[in-house]
T-cell receptor, first 113, second 110 residues
Framework: DTGVSQDPRHKITKRGQNVTFRCDPI?????LYWYRQTLGQGPEFLTY????????KSRLLSDRFSAERPRGSVSTLTIQRTQQEDSAVYLC???????????FGPGTRLTVL | KQEVTQIPAALSVPEGENLVLNCSFT??????LQWFRQDPGKGLTSLLL?????REQTSGRLNASLDKSSGRSTLYIAASQPGDSATYLC?????????FGTGTSLTVIP
């Protein structure tokens, strides 16, 4: 297994456009997390999946954000009508259980112009 | 809500020194605590995971301790090397979420 992968690595978009990011977790991991990280800050939790079920979303998460994991493996995060404050690095992580080690992907850097 | 604090925010040491990074959290009802390193422009690399029932974990030159009752963890790095230069983050698992600190930026000077 090559670990958690994410694509694209970089995305530049104009304000108001929709963007979608993909995360491919470690194959046997049934928990998948999305985080957002801005400069100088630690990652901020956005949402997580147990298999295909989205079990928790941050209250800070705008309704412009949606995530899915339809077959319990690959996940996508979509941001609609992007705004400049959405510029950040979006990180994906996976783990076997809640108390297991989390493994992170390299992240997708989003720049909204 | 769980609050995680890391002190100091930045640290610069000469090569070969031993050093300690600190992490504190407000809610002691945690499942575990994980230490990560992050290199500029990269994702997070897991260093050590301590379960709530454990007091410490060791990996090579790294030793992490956990005192759940006082809401504290330390990461000890022995004989620091320039390659240890990175940002070190701690994260606690509470409820269904991981809460991260803002990190300590470490520079090891050759």
């Amino acid at each position: 297994d090559t670990g958690v992968s994410q694509d694209p690595r970089h995305k530049i978009t104009k304000r108001g456009q929709n963007v979608t990011f993909r995360c491919d977790p470690i194959s046997e991991h049934n928990r998948l997390y999305w985080y957002r990280q801005t400069l100088g800050q630690g990652p901020e939790f956005l949402t997580y999946f147990q298999n295909e079920a989205q079990l928790e979303k941050s209250r800070l998460l705008s309704d412009r954000f949606s995530a899915e994991r339809p077959r319990g493996s690959v996940s996508t995060l979509t941001i609609q009508r992007t705004q400049q404050e959405d510029s950040a690095v979006y990180l994906c992580a996976s783990s076997l259980t809640l108390v297991s080690e989390q493994f992170f992907g390299p992240g997708t850097r989003l720049t909204v112009l | 809500k769980q609050e995680v604090t890391q002190i100091p925010a930045a640290l610069s040491v000469p090569e070969g020194e031993n050093l300690v990074l600190n992490c504190s959290f407000t809610d002691s009802a945690i499942y575990n605590l994980q230490w990560f390193r992050q290199d500029p422009g990269k994702g997070l690399t897991s260093l050590l995971l301590i379960q709530s029932s454990q007091r410490e974990q060791t990996s090579g030159r790294l030793n992490a301790s956990l005192d759940k009752s006082s809401g504290r963890s330390t990461l000890y790095i022995a004989a620091s090397q320039p390659g240890d230069s990175a940002t070190y983050l701690c994260a606690v698992a509470t409820g269904n979420q991981f809460y991260f600190g803002t990190g300590t930026s470490l520079t090891v000077i050759p």
